[in-house]
């Protein structure tokens, strides 16, 4: 028997402004803290708190981790499997 899986993660996708950021982190400490933030918000996109501002869809959602001082604005598709990373700050 197989054994069980964790939780199905949302694939992370990131919009052209969000891209260019990303380009520009050359810090190893600052990429490995983003992609742990990325990790976190892969396996709960409800985890971060809702912005406030128009009720349309999508929300648009942020997540702030103080301890690796990351804070990633974002909007989970309907079907809630993508996650579109709308900005970074590392």
Do not use: C, W
């Given at each position: ?5 964790g939780?199905r ?6 919009s ?27 396996v ?31 909007f ?15």
């Amino acid at each position: 028997m197989a054994p069980p899986h964790g939780p199905r993660r949302a694939r992370i996708a990131f919009s052209d402004s969000a891209a260019k950021q990303l380009e520009n982190i050359t810090s190893e400490a600052d990429l490995h803290a983003l992609d742990r933030a990325l990790v976190v918000i892969s396996v709960d996109p409800d985890v971060g708190e809702p912005i406030p501002g128009e009720s349309a869809s999508p929300q648009l959602r942020q997540y702030t981790d103080e301890l690796e001082r990351v804070r990633v604005l974002y909007f989970v598709t309907a079907l809630r499997t993508i996650v579109v990373v709308a900005y970074i700050e590392v």
